[in-house]
């Protein structure tokens, strides 16, 4: 009799619990999809596959620059989207090594790169949804995106002797059709310098997205975790 009210009482919470997470789902208008936030399954997962380990870009790419907007005021939502001191950023380990030749590949010529962003713990992303709830400029947190699987970045290209960016037409993060790949009303030096970095990036593996000159991602993306886990967390790993 004993077992049976344990039981029952068992069920009953699972039930109240998995009750309460649809709720606050269908409320915030979308399903929370599986995603990784403990540090023992991130390592199962690397274990199982090593191409999952999450890396560091300044430890494997000689003198690249951050310029990590959301670990400050300076971007579109005028707000810290990452703890204010975050002074790394991470990708898989794939993705870092094919980031290293196109930065190679760029210092031949006098050029570098620029990290605006990288990895973005999944909470983020649900908290770009709440603030902004519009997939024209943040992604829906039903899917996630490759920022918060490793396997997306933001970037541009840079001089070299002064740190100065190369004319794109518009800034990070600029949500006009001027910043698409495919607007080309533009000064012939802008589209070279977009070209530039689009046929380097995409010689590595890396894919464009349309939209926005400076996103680019592995377009394999779907094998890798949504992961949750903090800068904080990650870094106390280097």
Known sequence: MHYNIVKGFL?????????LNTAFSQAKGYTKPNNT??????????KADSSKKM?????VIPGIVYDLRYATTNNFMRRLMYPAKT?????????VKALK?????????GLGLKIFDAYRPYAVT??????VHDERYVANPANGSGHNRGTSLDLTIIYLENGQELNMGTGFDNFTDTAHHSFTNLPESILQNRMLLKSLMEQNGFKALETEWWHYSLPNSKQ???LNLSFKKLSRKL
């Open 55 to 59: 890396v560091e870009l300044k430890l």
């Open 87 to 95: 002074r790394f950023t991470f990708l898989r380990v794939d993705a």
């Open 101 to 109: 030749q196109v930065q190679l590949k760029l210092n031949e010529m």
């Open 224 to 226: 890798y975790e949504l």
């Open 126 to 131: 649900e908290k770009f949804w709440e603030l």
């Open 11 to 19: 069920f009953f919470q699972i039930a109240f619990f998995l009750f």
């Open 37 to 46: 936030a403990k540090w023992k399954e991130y390592k199962r997962q690397v």
